[in-house]
């Protein structure tokens, strides 16, 4: 358990520690949640706060306005990490909270990062507390908070949702760390030109812990020049080698992800799903899971309007699963854009569904004598298949007016063939045969 009351800006630290802002003037980004008018900007004024998660990927400021809340309101400050934090600490700090309340009149402010990775039982132990006014709980997490923690929990939090950092606004940081003495590297009179700054702001890819890391990292490798530490683009690309973007690999990062890129297929949009699987390569994501994604998709949004599409996106799988990366990723990326181009069509989707909540609802209903099998002669007996019409001597190879269902559900229509497609041949040759 940490007591964290003040800001420790040791010459020792590092840059992003160090450049830490105290004050929510000196805050960058986040103007959603704290620009004029905004709800949480009024109870920071008001010195009022209140119990709530704050939901953001790594680097925006979770930890940081934690503190500069509970700064602003007078609060005693505690901070766990629910890594290493477990009930016992939690009654500790709850007994802390209530010894400071008793001698020093201060609400306490007891704040638990990576609050997701809680377990229900330490989940519930924070209720009591929280209800009773003993503690004011902040947590932080990178996680959907909806699917890490419990209800009753949630239910006493305020979730506010953190968003990256913009690339200009890590470049005012990285100005202000740059011309900052006391705190920053102001003192080394470093020589960046603009350029190499706005590339360290895009690869950040909006944390700015990691902005400041690398522009750690890079002064460190400056070149002296002319008399004059400098940082140029060489040394900046070599800092950057083997650099990735954001990507967590089962968090709501990745689920984005493939969603967006689903969604982009579904959308007729080949450009934006490339752009998306691209992405998610990037990020180191395994290319098979995308290409399971993708053979889903085919069944899913285009179905029989292009039957041709699953077997394509089956055919780019094989082929990856021979060739490998990066050569195989082609054929992923080729069966993508087709999937995209083509006609689309859920039907097979909302009528599988519609088949299946029958089947789960409708209780054991017996098959139709007509259609049992009957491969003795007492089943023959029973009438088990008596008076089956079958369709390959029927007119159209088609048994007009036979019912295949149970009784119950005599006449269900699930399957409805959109006008896309080769759909559309399916539809015609449908209706035609109800017609008879």
């Not at 105290?22 to 109870?43: C, E, N, Y």
């Not at 590297?185 to 909006?206: C, F, H, P, Q, Y």
């Not at 400041?212 to 490798?221: M, S, V």
Request: charged fraction near 25%; hydrophobic fraction near 40%.
């Amino acid at each position: 358990m940490k007591n964290a009351t003040a800001f420790d800006n040791t010459a020792y630290a590092p840059l992003a520690a160090r450049m830490r802002p105290t004050t929510l003037d000196d805050f960058i980004g986040q103007q959603h949640l704290l620009g004029k008018g905004k709800s949480l900007r009024v109870a920071i004024e008001q010195g009022a706060p209140h119990s709530l998660v704050f939901w953001g990927p790594p680097g925006v400021g979770k930890t940081t306005l934690a503190k500069i809340i509970a700064a602003n309101a007078h609060c005693h400050f505690i901070e766990l990490s629910a890594v290493m934090a477990g009930v016992k600490e939690i009654r500790a700090a709850v007994a802390e909270a209530e010894e400071v309340k008793h001698s020093r009149n201060l609400n306490t402010v007891v704040f638990i990062d990576e609050i997701h990775r809680f377990s229900k039982s330490q989940q519930d132990s924070l209720l009591a507390p929280i209800e009773s006014g003993a503690i004011i709980l902040f947590g932080a997490t990178t996680e959907n908070p909806s699917f890490e923690l419990n209800n009753a929990l949630l239910s006493r939090l305020r979730v506010y949702v953190m968003r990256s950092i913009e690339s200009e606004d890590l470049e005012t940081l990285l100005h202000n760390a740059l011309t900052d003495t006391a705190r920053g590297l102001g003192s080394r009179n470093l020589l960046i030109d603009s350029e190499v700054l706005t590339m360290i702001a895009k690869a950040a890819d909006g944390d700015a812990r990691r902005c400041l890391n690398i522009l750690q990292i890079a002064a460190d490798l400056a070149e002296n020049i002319d008399g004059r530490e400098t940082v140029n683009r060489d040394i900046l690309d070599e800092v950057l080698l083997g650099h990735a973007n954001r990507f967590d690999k089962g968090g709501d990062i990745f689920y984005d992800q493939i969603s967006a890129l689903h969604k982009s297929v579904r959308g007729t949009d080949p450009d934006a799903a490339l752009y998306w699987f691209a992405r998610m390569l990037d990020g180191g994501c395994d290319p098979l899971y995308i290409a399971r994604r993708v053979i889903r998709m085919a069944s899913e949004d285009i179905g029989n309007a292009d039957p041709r599409g699953l077997e394509l996106a089956l055919n780019a799988t094989n082929a990856y699963e021979r060739l490998g990366s990066p050569e195989g990723e082609l054929s992923l990326a080729q069966a993508i854009v087709y999937l995209a181009c083509a006609p689309k069509s859920n039907a097979v989707y909302v009528a599988y569904k519609a088949a299946m909540a029958d089947a789960r609802n409708s209780g054991s209903l017996e098959v139709p004598i007509h259609l049992r099998n009957a491969p003795t002669k007492l089943m023959k007996e029973l009438g088990h298949g008596a008076d089956y019409r079958y369709a390959h001597d029927e007119k159209n190879a088609y048994a007009a007016g036979e019912n295949y269902f149970p009784e119950s559900l005599k006449a269900r229509q699930y399957y409805f063939p959109v006008e896309r497609g080769l759909e559309i041949k399916i539809k015609e040759k449908l209706s035609f045969l109800r017609k008879l």
